[in-house]
């Protein structure tokens, strides 16, 4: 056995010029930390040692906390630097080697989380793993050193044994890809129609009823799951009205607790409390927009006594606020940051959430003693911090009296402006794609269903960004992230393409602009091609050989969904709205053929198929295809917003004027749905809607295409 090189006299720490924000983090540590990346691996096997994989992102508490115990540390920096090659991942730009070498921790340790601690063979096959390391023992966790020292021995002593458990947990992970795979070049299964609604059964076996969501602490936000449940409450069932009731607390339970910043909007990553009231802090911008469309489809569907849809419209509203705002980059022109640290700097010390918490004394500084103790009642805050001794974020935790919200609707805005003198956590200014695709949605939607035209003029601006920045029309590929209007790094992965596209086609219903149109289906031409390798779909297109050989050298796919949609219900839904909008039967064939995953889990495990099952449930509807067809004018535009605010499930909505609509079969230009629609006598609007190109007679007021959607086309 070769003898362990010791470092190169001019290793060092190369993290000072990458671009993520992450890494800069970690820049000045003693460890010589390298990017990911083919030649890390390649001075690993020169130098015979194992990689040390750590993983985490720029808003993550506890990353900020083992980087100041152990990676500051000199004495473990030297150890680390002398035994292993270090290397430093920003999950967020490479979503494709967290999700692999998460799914191998929590196959050898039984947990996950961040930040990752992976050894791994020079090969990129994983060994050992864990996440958070103390600096010392504590009852049943080792010190990070003494973690390092029994790597080193064991790949000292027994390098054959650490060799083939690595080999078996590869071909393991490899066989694990079998089970989920799904193929797309056969017919499609006919889901059950009564899938659907045991899968609304099955949630309610695990829905917190008292404080909203579902399971125990730690509590995320279900935003997959909430728009399945509003979709199905949109549908005339038995389960409807569970679903509805389900989706309105929840949503009431959010909007009214901690999670949500009730000075400024936005939403908190997750709750260490079942009752929302003590959040993680961090706020991440996959989570808001998520939550912006949820919110924004739950005043479209009419609310509910538990959360009153205007309750709803000023959470949506203050959130897409909070989103411009706070994430917004100027200089990226249009773009938005990644999300918001969960930790603030004071005097030099991180404090988790120490901009949102509060104390009395801290309210009677700014408000004085009487309101003071008002806004402390309602918003509970008590003598001992919930939190910390900084004190606890501000939350009602319930539906506020009138009276009650006249005093907070004057006192908001002198508390925001003393907490903007605080502190204030960092912002990640990467911009990811797939992240601001879902971003577009949400903000085309909320403009349209909240009448804020200058929110659908932000996604405007975002989806030019994408275009211009992201996208590489020559090359036909999308790249994941950005810096300072460049993109640069790996490829998108199949969830930037599809939420990319899913934001274009939002866009295109909502302005009715058909540039947004034809991105969008550039972006699912160039998905298939990159993803879908011999019948078969990827989440990848293999940017890495030591993730490949780390899954026994097959491709995955993740069909369950994380903090966003998996990819796969991401391009199934995408997939289903352009069929839909195209008339194309191969296109909703190919959804068809990645819906087929739900059978063996949607009642088993709802909670983490959300996305898979509001396609599902919006292709048992159709979906429902709108063309309005007419000259520009109120009388158009008064139809299209009625369409807009509906909430048929998964509804596409084509607009134009009665030239275009009416112009020759062969005109690509020209998008299929609106293809031969006439307008009325003298140009007059009207509204076909149609099932597979299918259509119903057209109709010109509002009233009747209400009475024509809720009762559904003639023929259905």
Same mark, same amino acid.
């Given at each position: ?161 650490v060799e083939q458990n690595a080999q078996a947990l590869a071909q393991n992970m490899g066989q694990a890809q079998l089970s989920t795979a799904v193929r797309l070049d056969g017919p499609p299964g006919i889901l059950d129609p009564e899938l659907l609604p045991a899968a609304v059964r099955s949630l309610a076996l695990s829905e917190d009823p008292d404080a909203g969501g579902f399971g125990a602490a730690p509590k995320f936000p279900p935003s997959a ?5 509003? &979709?199905?409450?949109? +549908?005339?069932?038995?389960? !409807?009205? @569970? $679903?509805?009731?389900? %989706? *309105? =607390?929840?949503?009431?339970? /959010? ?44 005043? &479209?569907?009419?609310? +509910?006594?538990?959360?009153? !849809?205007? @309750? $709803?419209?000023?959470? %949506? *509203? =203050?959130?897409?606020?909070? /989103? ?110 797939g992240w601001n695709g879902l971003a577009v949605a949400a903000l085309a939607e909320a403009g349209a269903v909240l009448d804020e035209p200058g929110l659908v003029d932000a996604a405007v601006r975002i989806g030019g960004y994408l275009e211009q920045v992201h996208w590489k029309p020559d090359a036909a590929r999308l790249v994941r992230v950005s810096h300072a209007g460049t993109a640069r790094g790996i490829g998108g992965l199949l969830e930037d393409y599809a939420f990319c596209a899913e934001g274009f086609l939002a866009l295109f219903s909502v302005t009715g602009d058909a540039r947004w149109y034809r991105l969008a289906e550039s972006l699912i031409a160039a998905a298939r091609a990159r993803f879908i390798v011999d019948g078969g779909l990827a989440d990848t297109a293999g940017e890495s050989l030591p993730v490949t050989n780390a899954q026994g050298g097959r491709p ?161």
């Amino acid at each position: 056995m070769q003898a362990a090189q010791t470092p190169d006299s001019g290793a060092r720490n190369a993290l000072g010029d990458e671009p993520s924000a992450y890494l800069r983090q970690h820049a000045g540590n003693p460890v010589h930390w390298q990017p990911f990346g083919d030649q890390a691996f390649a001075d690993a096997a020169a130098r015979d040692v194992p990689v040390f994989l750590s993983i985490g992102y720029a808003a993550c508490h506890w990353c900020h906390v083992m980087a100041h115990e152990s990676f500051e540390d000199q004495a473990v920096a030297d150890y680390l630097n002398e035994h292993f090659v270090a290397l430093k991942v920003d999950r967020e730009e490479r979503p494709d080697v967290d999700s692999v070498y998460m799914a191998a921790t929590q196959a050898i340790s039984g947990e996950g989380g961040w930040p990752m601690s992976v050894f791994l063979t020079p090969e990129g096959l994983a060994f050992y793993a864990g996440t958070y390391y103390p600096p010392r023992p504590l009852p049943g966790r080792p010190s990070f050193l003494q973690v390092l020292e029994a790597v080193h021995d064991a790949w000292s002593e027994r390098r054959n044994g650490v060799e083939q458990n690595a080999q078996a947990l590869a071909q393991n992970m490899g066989q694990a890809q079998l089970s989920t795979a799904v193929r797309l070049d056969g017919p499609p299964g006919i889901l059950d129609p009564e899938l659907l609604p045991a899968a609304v059964r099955s949630l309610a076996l695990s829905e917190d009823p008292d404080a909203g969501g579902f399971g125990a602490a730690p509590k995320f936000p279900p935003s997959a799951v909430l728009e399945f449940l509003l &979709r199905h409450a949109a +549908t005339p069932s038995e389960t !409807a009205g @569970e $679903a509805r009731a389900m %989706a *309105g =607390r929840a949503l009431a339970g /959010m909007a009214r607790s901690a999670l949500f910043d009730q000075l400024d909007g936005g939403f908190a990553r997750y709750s260490v409390t079942r009752d929302w009231s003590v959040p993680h802090f961090e706020k991440m911008l996959y989570d808001n927009a998520q939550l912006l469309r949820v919110y924004v489809h739950w005043v &479209r569907l009419g609310g +509910t006594d538990d959360l009153p !849809a205007e @309750e $709803a419209a000023d959470a %949506a *509203g =203050r959130t897409a606020g909070w /989103m411009l705002a706070s994430l917004g980059l100027g200089s990226a022109a249009g773009a938005l940051a990644s999300s918001l640290d969960a930790d603030s700097v004071i005097n030099g010390v991180h404090h988790e959430g120490g901009t949102y918490l509060w104390t009395v004394p801290d309210l009677e500084d700014v408000l004085g003693s009487d309101d003071a103790a008002a806004v402390a009642r309602i918003m509970n805050v008590g003598k001992e911090g919930t939190v910390s001794e900084l004190g606890s974020p501000l939350h009602p935790a319930r539906a506020l009296a009138p009276e009650e919200t006249a005093l907070w609707n004057r006192v908001r805005p002198r508390l925001l402006a003393a907490r903007d003198h605080r502190p204030q956590p960092a912002r990640d200014d990467k911009v990811v794609a797939g992240w601001n695709g879902l971003a577009v949605a949400a903000l085309a939607e909320a403009g349209a269903v909240l009448d804020e035209p200058g929110l659908v003029d932000a996604a405007v601006r975002i989806g030019g960004y994408l275009e211009q920045v992201h996208w590489k029309p020559d090359a036909a590929r999308l790249v994941r992230v950005s810096h300072a209007g460049t993109a640069r790094g790996i490829g998108g992965l199949l969830e930037d393409y599809a939420f990319c596209a899913e934001g274009f086609l939002a866009l295109f219903s909502v302005t009715g602009d058909a540039r947004w149109y034809r991105l969008a289906e550039s972006l699912i031409a160039a998905a298939r091609a990159r993803f879908i390798v011999d019948g078969g779909l990827a989440d990848t297109a293999g940017e890495s050989l030591p993730v490949t050989n780390a899954q026994g050298g097959r491709p995955g796919l993740e069909p369950f969904d994380g903090a966003t949609p998996s990819g796969a219900a991401a391009f199934a839904g995408v997939l289903l709205s352009y069929a839909a909008l195209s008339g194309s039967a191969e296109h909703r064939a190919l959804a068809g053929n990645i819906l087929s995953l739900l059978p063996p889990i949607a009642t088993r495990a709802p909670r983490a198929v959300g996305w898979l099952l509001a396609t599902a449930q919006a292709a048992a509807e159709g979906p429902v295809e709108a063309a309005v067809v007419g000259s520009s004018g109120p009388a158009r535009d008064e139809l299209h917003r009625a369409l807009l605010q509906s909430p048929s499930p998964g509804l596409v909505i084509a607009v134009g004027d009665e030239a275009a609509a009416a112009d020759e079969e062969g005109d690509s230009s020209i998008v299929p749905l609106l293809r031969g629609r006439t307008a009325g006598a003298g140009g007059a609007p009207l509204v076909y809607l149609c099932r597979d190109m299918v259509c119903d007679r057209p109709v010109g007021s509002v009233p009747e295409v209400l009475e024509r959607l809720n009762r559904g086309p003639a023929w259905s």
